[in-house]
């Protein structure tokens, strides 16, 4: 039996513990089928303090892989599968991959990023559904099935790192307390347990998570498997339909759920038919962060679904940092809430001393509990982040008010937030400039109603080349090639020069002012 799941498995065996658009799997299923896997790739090589690659949708699978790890003392690596092959297999190459673990839907994507990347430590290849196999790749069922469900012996503390793209160009692992290799899992158990008031949950209570975004963002993952390890049945939604999303909530009583701005908005704007047929008395909790939200659709949600709606402020790397109810947020629009009772939060200005209540700068933030981050294989990056005195940053900028409310207004590092999801220009920018009729490329955010900011690029074309639909075109199938979907721009403009300081510092600001000029918000 697992540890981490032992209590609930003896009081509600059967039971459902995940339900996932392939079927529904029971806690004694969930436990043994976790003491299997762990077995399975500790016969197949794997040894503590390796890196297990999972790219997994929505589906049990990556609950059973989160937990194998949580025991096998390995590192849990959830791939975002809206990438290409060659932003793979950078990540595969950066981990130092052991083991890899993949859905049939992005089998294709994952053997060519093998073919790309040096993966010397590399010992399994893990797939599940039932298309046929790629050279070289078991087929995960048939893994677990013939492994031993014995009990584990002295099983070894493991955890997630996930990938977030980064200023360099290249996505970058975040290493966090969630991360540490050894000693009990039991940890990780203590730790959901800790979270659970902030999430929702109360062990114990009959709880029913719903997650509708994809697990390999860390805030999904969060709500999903502490959730989970705190005795709450899961319902996983593989692709968000706001439609599908009012059915499972009505068809399995869902009582606790994490959206982001955009979802919401989706949900908002179905027929009027659709919502008038929701019942939602079940729920007890949307949480929401990840994105700004409008104040305007704010007001909208608990309108309709009434004082549940919760909204964090956190991050990757951070965790959670500040939390607001409706009712706060009702007296206090537009705040994301006071920081929870284990983090500190300072505004600090250019020369690093403390602001007074009022006045706008950088968000710093310090876990009492002495919790702290890095990016793996990164120190500038890391060291960038961080100051004296357990310090970290999101890049934000805000202000704390009178009575320690925060509200952010800006955002200092060069990011974009499209429908929840981290955007770093750089990578977009290096691409770009690839291309044969791009001289210079800034990418930036512009103002997008649903999802919160699209990506848009300023370009000099080279000596030769002119502006065109067909030039166009073009260059959005270059990008489609070489990034995923979501960071391909929407839309360009042309300059004969972009403003460089004498320095060869690009001036984002100058062309990213007047797209945001006259609007309520500056991100």
């Given amino acids: 039996m697992t540890a981490l799941l032992a209590e609930i ?7 459902p513990a995940v339900i996932d658009e392939r079927g529904t799997t029971s806690w004694n299923q969930l436990d043994q089928r976790v003491t299997q896997l762990v077995h399975a790739l500790e016969g197949r090589g794997l040894r503590v303090g390796d890196t297990v690659v999972a790219m997994l949708g929505n589906q049990v699978e990556l609950i059973e892989a989160t937990l194998a790890c949580a025991h096998g ?86 955890g997630p790192m996930f990938y977030t793209s980064g200023t360099t160009g290249w996505p970058k692992g975040v290493r966090s307390a969630l991360s540490a290799i050894g000693g009990p ?34 805030a999904q993952w969060a709500f999903g498997l502490f959730a989970l390890c705190c005795g709450a049945t899961v319902v996983l939604q593989h692709r968000f339909d706001p439609a599908e999303v009012l059915q499972l909530i009505d068809q399995h009583e869902v009582t606790n759920i994490h959206l982001v701005p955009t979802q919401m908005i989706r949900m908002l704007e179905l027929p009027d038919d659709v919502r008038d047929g929701f019942d939602g008395s079940s729920l007890v909790q949307i949480i929401h962060g990840a994105a700004p939200c409008s104040p305007s659709v704010k007001r909208r949600m608990i309108d309709w679904v009434g004082p549940v709606v919760t909204e964090y402020y956190g991050g990757t790397e951070g965790g959670f940092i500040t939390l607001i109810s409706s009712d706060e947020w009702l007296a206090k629009p537009g705040s994301v809430g006071r920081p929870l009772t284990v983090v500190e939060v300072l505004i600090l200005g250019a020369d690093g001393k403390p602001l007074d209540p009022g006045e706008t700068g950088e968000v710093w933030f310090r876990n009492l509990l002495g919790s702290d981050f890095e990016y793996h294989n990164a120190p500038e990056k890391t060291a960038n982040a961080h100051r004296s005195g357990g310090l970290g940053t999101l890049g934000d900028v805000g202000f704390l008010d009178g009575d320690g409310y925060l509200f952010l207004s800006d955002r200092k590092i060069d990011m974009i937030v499209s429908g929840g999801v981290n955007i770093y220009p750089a990578e977009i920018e290096a691409v770009l400039t690839d291309h044969r009729a791009v001289a210079d490329a800034a990418v930036f955010g ?45 839309t360009f403009e042309v300059h004969d020069d972009l403003p460089r300081s004498e320095a060869g510092k690009l001036s984002k600001r100058t062309l990213r002012d007047p797209w945001w000029e006259g609007r309520d918000r500056a991100i």
Avoid at 93 to 115: F, G, H, K, P, S
Avoid at 146 to 153: G, N, R, T, V
């Fill in 9 to 15: 498995v003896a009081a509600r065996g059967e039971e």
């Fill in 73 to 158: 003392g390995w590192l849990l690596v959830p791939l975002n599968w809206h990438w290409v092959a060659r932003e793979v297999a950078y990540v595969l190459a950066d981990a130092n991959t052991a083991a890899v673990i993949v859905d049939e839907r992005w089998a294709d994507v994952m053997t060519q990023a093998l073919v790309e990347a040096e993966t010397p430590q590399l010992r399994c290849r893990l797939l599940t559904g039932d298309a046929s196999l790629p050279s070289g790749f078991e087929r995960y069922d048939d893994a677990v099935a013939s492994a031993s469900d014995e009990e584990l012996i002295d099983p070894q503390r493991g």
């Fill in 185 to 218: 899992p039991e940890v990780l158990l203590l730790i959901a347990h800790t979270m659970a008031p902030t999430i929702g949950v109360v062990p114990g209570d009959r709880i029913v998570q719903l997650v509708c975004g994809p697990l390999y963002h860390s």
């Fill in 446 to 490: 512009v103002p997008d109603e649903e999802m919160g900011e699209a990506v848009h690029a300023a370009l000099t074309l080279r000596h030769g080349h002119v502006w065109s639909d067909a030039l166009g075109s073009d260059l959005g199938s270059f990008c489609r090639q070489r990034l995923a979907g979501y960071k391909v721009p929407r």
